[in-house]
């Protein structure tokens, strides 16, 4: 038996047989061509039909990985019209009077190079999106199809990385769990392989050696080991590992359906974290009570321009009619930092996430704020929904926030257009100045959610895109804890409730510490809320 180590990003165990997968070769050679011109023309319809290829895989994988997941290929046909992408390709071709194909591919390989040489994690897993995106066009170009060759039976598959096309596109059916030597655990492969709910390992390197193809195997995709030829014993101890966790699945089961209440009878609210309609269906099914946190800057992302108003009233009410009822907590745009809009046109920062973000772009924006919240409140004679501004930090911003607000109620009530004009308005307390001066805020405020990320790295002074000093990252920090504690009974004090939305909610070791601190909602991944459900009947 071989035992190897890799990272895992998707929980579950597998066994079966390895298989490396089979992808057309393609030989790009470097031909040189007598019209340059004709071949920016090739280029450019390549690029067309590139496109039209990611709308349809766009809109054809949506029930498969989700609508917030489809996005991505929105994000790729963008790229292909991105002059930073586009103009290295075209100026190869001209000055060195050669085919589209070398062109796109040296230029491509060139930008993921570039993007897997950053130091930042996030731009590094970006490196293969360039690489899928590159492969597409050279593919038109050369006139080979697309595809991968499966295989009849189901298998463990293998490879070097699996861009986000292919395994958007795999059939689950035939592949057990994804394993391979490079990637990243927080690339757009991890993520399709988590919502697809396929056990996934990575950064075995030079280990996971091509001689193991066709060889029996199982594997841990929450430990990230993966056993070639494994002992009986080990099979029977993953075997059983499997056994307990579907056995804890059944427990969970039984909490469904039922109110949140902690061991002496006061109740807490589970809500789900959601980015997209399409995510307010799996709120749902995980059986959240509310949604706590609807993060609206993903109707910004994947795009060349702003959402109109009616295209972001129409998200809100989907949203606010799936969830039949329950309480749905909007968070105004949060665009800045690590999530940027080329269309925003911001200027570059030497620290975005101390920068033009959140609701300092909404108060210098004022038309574009109001645009937003009258569609949210358009939305809101649909359903039970809240606004919440993220990143106040003194009593002026909320005040001018909650004076655009009522701008936006004006207009709306000039044109004779409905919408419930006392819908609750909260803030999330994500730096130690919102949460010191918390109990002035809570006098101005509906309710309070707690944003343990940004609060965390703020507190600690700590990059959390930074993976270099993620050792020092201290999410229990007593710092932290006592910020949160000061905030939950300040709101307690103006009569407003507090929650949670960031990842601490889920956090199950601090879960009888927010039961103490008499928190009275944790909004969370849905996957967590049973498991939180049915802890807090213990605390």
Known sequence: MITLQGKGVSTGIARGRLSFLKRQTLSVEKRSVDNVEQEVERFNTARQTAAAQ???????????????NALLFEIHRMMLEDTDYCDPIIEIIRTEKVCAEYAVNTAGSRLAQDFADMDDEYMKARA??????????????????????QNDEPVILAADDFTPSETAQLDRNKVLA????????????????????IPAIISFGAFLSGDFSGKQVILDGETGVLHIEPEPQVIWELEKKEAQQRQEKERLEKVRGKPTFTKSGRSMKLYANIGSVSDADTAVA???????????EFLYLGRNDYPDENSQYDSYRKVLEKMGGRQVVIRTLDIGADKQVAYFQLSKEENPAMGMRAIRICLTRPDLFKMQLRAIYRASVHGNAAIMFPMITSLNELRRAKELAKAAREELEAKGIPFKADIPIGIMIETPASAVISDLLAK????????????TQYTLAIDRQNDAIASFCDTHHEAILRLIRLTCENAHKAGIWCGICGSLGADVQLTKTFVDMELDELSVEPSYILKLRALIAEC
């Open 54 to 68: 990611l709308d349809t895989l766009s809109s054809t994988m949506l029930d498969k990985i989700g609508e917030k």
């Open 128 to 149: 293969i999106d360039v690489y899928d995106v590159s492969k597409r066009v050279v593919e038109i170009l050369s006139g080979e199809g697309q595809g991968l060759s």
């Open 178 to 197: 994804l394993v391979s030597r490079h990637g990243a655990a927080n690339s757009h492969t991890a993520i399709f392989a988590r919502t697809m709910g």
């Open 286 to 296: 995980g059986d959240a009570e509310g949604v706590g946190l609807f993060r609206s």
């Open 444 to 455: 101005e405020s509906d309710f309070f959610s707690i944003g343990t990320n940004d609060l």
